[in-house]
T-cell receptor
């Protein structure tokens, strides 16, 4: 069966510090991968998605970036965090069939920028 | 572009009450429709889905029917429990989006009182 992991689960970082969040998927090949952010009490904002190694599409211009160095690994980064980067970050994957399929979410990382 | 609109929360109900959370959508193609649930501190998980008009998705006592004529996918449950307290997200995935992206509503928080 497929599983998705995210770490760390919780992170507190000062403004201006770098960020690296990691997501890995097991049990499937060539998944579509996604990063979402959920601000407190708000809905989901799609940040990035990837359909293959090295292929990243950005939905919202900001100080975050994403990379996919391996088929089942998706990394969210920032060189300098802002207060507004605080939130709950969710990684998700879906079957790469082009069909209108379900997304499977990881447990999330709660980021607090102070 | 495609969009999802769901009723604002929070919704507060007593145990065993009837639940309806309204969801309407706009889409240029023939989307699949989903309800996801998010329990406190966790990622989202699929609750139910429907892939074509008049389909009914159901799971754990929840139901939603894909109504193309009214572009709606309302979530219902006949008797809610305290354990149903969570945030519920309506979503669509449309072939015109290439199957790579899912559009989420803003979420509706449900509180169930004992």
């Amino acid at each position: 069966s497929q599983t998705i992991h995210q770490w760390p689960a919780t992170l507190v970082q000062p403004v201006g510090s770098p960020l690296s969040l990691e997501c890995t998927v097991e049990g499937t090949s060539n998944p579509n991968l996604y990063w979402y952010r959920q601000a407190a009490g708000r809905g989901l904002q799609l940040l990035f998605y990837s359909v293959g190694i090295g292929q990243i599409s950005s939905e919202v211009p900001q100080n975050l970036s994403a990379s996919r160095p391996q088929d089942r690994q998706f990394i969210l980064s920032s060189k300098k965090l802002l207060l507004s980067d605080s939130g709950f970050y969710l990684c998700a994957w879906s079957v790469p069939s082009g069909r209108r399929d379900t997304q499977y979410f990881g447990p999330g990382t709660r980021l607090t920028v102070l | 572009g495609d969009s999802v609109t769901q009723m604002e929360g929070p919704v507060t109900l007593s145990e065993e009450a009837f639940l309806t959370i309204n969801c309407t959508y706009t889409a240029t193609g023939y989307p699949s429709l989903f309800w996801y649930v998010q329990y406190p501190g966790e990622g989202l998980q699929l609750l139910l889905k429907a892939t074509k008009a008049d389909d009914k998705g159901s799971n754990k006592g929840f139901e939603a029917t894909y109504r193309k004529e009214t572009t709606s996918f309302h979530l219902e449950k006949g008797s809610v429990q305290v354990s149903d307290s969570a945030v519920y997200f309506c979503a669509l995935s449309d072939r015109n989006t290439g199957g790579f992206k899912t559009i989420f509503g803003a979420g509706t928080r449900l509180f169930v009182k004992a």
